[in-house]
């Protein structure tokens, strides 16, 4: 089995040596390769900017921004047999990044942030019969809320199955989430670390007796 993952966050340019990200540190993306890898699946992993080992046995691929994410996940994507959708990719660009450095002496500074493409999204759309999506949600409030929200996304993206879980996952080694299909919930909501949480989800997508 082909499994592609994403990781990490995106970052977008303002000037030569600024940027806009996220906070995410790629430790969900790594630890669903480690277990990929780790039963046997041919794992490519593309990674943002992060300070993490990549685990043995998967290829790597480095991404910086949302462009360069399209363009990997565009070569890649027909190959696979499975994507796990785990980067934090950004929502937006600066419209005009600057080719040099900006000076404070310049003065106040107006940012113009346009809407990044739908990166999920399009993917879904052209997928092929058994090719199978994972995609993630950060929602906040209490779980019948952040469930229907992330209900909404899964149908909205057409992915197959969605891990949501909240803000404070990221960063952190431990994840309250649960993952949800478009018949249910197939993971209940508990605490859990992210290579456990990983594990679950290369169970879900692993070969087998449909789900």
């Keep these: 089995m082909k499994l592609l993952v994403t990781a990490g966050p995106t970052r977008e340019p303002i000037d030569a040596v600024r940027f806009i990200t996220n906070a ?19 794992v490519t992993l593309l990674t943002g900017p992060v300070a993490l080992e990549a685990p043995e046995g998967c290829q790597v691929v480095p ?25 934090a990719v950004g929502d937006f660009a600066v419209q005009r990044p600057v080719a040099g450095k900006l000076h404070r002496t310049a003065g106040p500074l107006t940012l113009t942030l346009v809407p990044t ?7 879904a759309a052209c ?4 090719q199978r999506i994972v995609a993630f949600a950060v929602e906040e409030g209490p779980p019948d809320r952040a469930q229907a929200a992330a209900r909404a996304k899964l149908a909205t993206k057409g992915a197959d199955l969605i891990v949501v879980n909240t803000s404070a996952a990221m960063s952190s080694q431990a994840s309250e989430a649960a993952i949800l299909s478009p018949s249910g919930v197939v993971l209940p909501w508990a ?21």
């Design 24 to 42: 995410s540190s790629g430790q969900m993306g790594y630890a669903v390769a480690a277990a990929g890898v780790a039963t046997g699946m041919e």
């Design 127 to 130: 997928k092929r019969p058994g």
């Design 117 to 123: 493409d739908d990166l999920l999204g399009t993917l």
């Design 63 to 87: 991404f910086v921004t949302v462009a360069d994410l399209k363009a990997a996940l565009d070569a890649r994507f027909d190959a696979c047999d499975a994507l796990v959708m785990s980067a």
């Design 191 to 211: 605490r859990r670390s992210k290579s456990e949480l990983a594990g679950q989800i290369i169970r879900l997508l692993a070969p087998g007796p449909a789900r």
